[in-house]
């Protein structure tokens, strides 16, 4: 069996490995497709070497069926068509027993932690299985985990129907934050510096801002008569985007952090203090976020064809990262049967 693999050093190869069978409690699938996103590339860059065992079989956006089940496993079958929430969690930590799984103190993120989906077979915990719907093609159903990393977002927000939101960041998980925003009801604007980008979030009919030519402030203040926005959601990871983000809002309003910070960023606390902010943290997602993404998907609620660049086989995986990297691709999806 063939898997991409991160060796370190901003390198990744295709290797063989052993094909084992599934433990007890756990299940195989045969991964149709991968996607990969941001926390990838992090990864990738040597940003989180110090929770990624080399080699690592990296990935943990996928589709796939069942290949093979383990002693114990009910109610799964071999070909039905899954994903996996890859959150494996203690259970016995303050932010378990608090209820807060899905942000556990000694969490393995599947893909990250313990080996990923970038590889042709893939045995996980039964208890990680999403089912999806016959009718959802698998192609698309590889994006139910981003997909429902907005859905978490825009509930961390308590976005409300009516209500005006300002994404900051226009790529993968910004795109999909506008559409779960604005598919609760809200009216949604994106801050974007690429041109290409910006060109494609226009065609999914979203209001999209140049930063670097249009005053934000001032649009926002025309746009919601002089309030400001309800929710701002900083997706961009780039620290001016975090310092002038507070300046959006309106009184009381919110602002999600989404992106990933590897560093502190300064933060305009002065303004937090006038406007009485709320400043909330929203990480990964619960099941019921990846429920409300497949349903989402399988609705036709999520622009899927128009968001999938390209999909290409597992030995071109090295190439789909700089691709990936560079801007030139919003979601690339690795075929994993394709030279598996």
Known sequence: MHAATYIGNSTVEIITTDQHAPGAGEVQIEVAYTGICGTDLHILHGSMDARVALPAVIGHEMSGRISAVGEGVQDWKVGDSVTVMPLDWCGKCPACQAGNQHICQNLNFIGIDSPGSL?????????????????????????????????????????????????????????????????????????????????????????VLDPSTQDQVEWVEQWTGGAGADVVFEVSGAAPAVLGAT???????????????????????????????????????????????????????????????????LAETADAFEKLGSGQAMKILIDCQAGA
């Open 247 to 313: 300046a959006l809002a309106k009184v009381r309003g919110r602002l999600v952090i989404v992106a990933i910070h590897p560093q502190p960023r300064p933060l305009d606390l002065q303004r937090v203090f006038w406007r009485e902010l709320s400043i909330v943290g929203a990480r990964v997602y619960e099941r019921a976020d990846f429920e409300t993404a497949v349903d989402m998907l399988a609705a036709g609620a999520v622009p899927a064809e128009q968001l999938i660049t390209a999909i290409v086989p």
């Open 119 to 207: 590889q042709g077979r893939w045995n996980v915990p039964a208890h990680v299985l999403v089912r999806l719907p016959e009718s959802l093609r698998l192609d698309h159903a590889a994006l139910v985990e981003p997909v429902a990393v907005s859905v978490h977002d825009v509930r961390r927000a308590d976005l409300r129907p009516g209500e005006k939101a300002v994404v900051i960041g226009g790529g993968p998980i910004g795109v999909l934050i506008a559409t779960t925003a604005r598919h609760m009801g809200a009216e949604v604007v994106v801050i974007e510096l690429d041109a290409s980008r910006r060109q494609m979030i226009q065609n999914l009919g979203f209001e």
